[in-house]
């Protein structure tokens, strides 16, 4: 295997790490959720499930380049769920508070894509399908934003 190609299947299991970490936080959320917020509950499912798209899509990739798919969360991730943890015990799991730590979650997803996208190495093809799911994620990021902030106006 040439080293654009270890380099690519490298990015792709950083990004493959960060929608595992994007499925446990937002599985988090959504079982942390006040019965009354119904609607976040069904919102955290939604971008759960985009990520599982993104987790197939880019494992097929990374087979497709000859390499191993990562498994498990990076340690970002992790250090996210703690915050998010530590976060819920002071707060009560509030809304804005909930909705505060996927913000940041979505954050992080951004500059993962864009980290991978600043790469000059990568196919033209895989530089545009990375590119799709992260507008994607944007759109979730920018959902998750006004939910927020509908609650600090509310």
């Known amino acids: 295997m040439d080293s654009n190609n270890e380099n690519t299947i490298e990015i792709l299991n950083d990004l493959i790490r960060i929608n595992n ?9 959504a079982k942390e ?6 609607d976040l509950r069904i919102l955290f499912h939604r971008m759960t499930g985009e990520s599982r798209i993104y987790l ?17 969360t990076t340690g ?23 909705l505060s730590a996927c913000e940041f979650g979505e ?3 951004q500059r993962a894509y864009e980290l991978a996208l600043a790469e000059d190495d990568l196919p033209l093809g895989l530089a545009e399908f990375l590119s799709s799911q ?3 994620l944007k759109t979730s990021h920018d959902e998750i934003k006004r939910y927020r902030d509908e609650d600090s106006t509310g």
């Open 21 to 29: 970490d994007r499925i446990e936080g937002y599985n988090r959320a």
């Open 33 to 38: 959720t006040q019965e009354e917020d119904e």
């Open 56 to 72: 197939k899509e880019l494992t097929q990739e990374v087979q497709r380049l000859g390499g191993e798919p990562a498994e498990g």
């Open 76 to 98: 970002s991730g992790k250090l996210y769920r703690a915050w998010m943890e530590v976060k819920a015990t002071f707060t009560g799991n509030d809304r804005k508070s909930t």
């Open 107 to 109: 954050d992080t997803a």
């Open 134 to 136: 992260k507008a994607a």
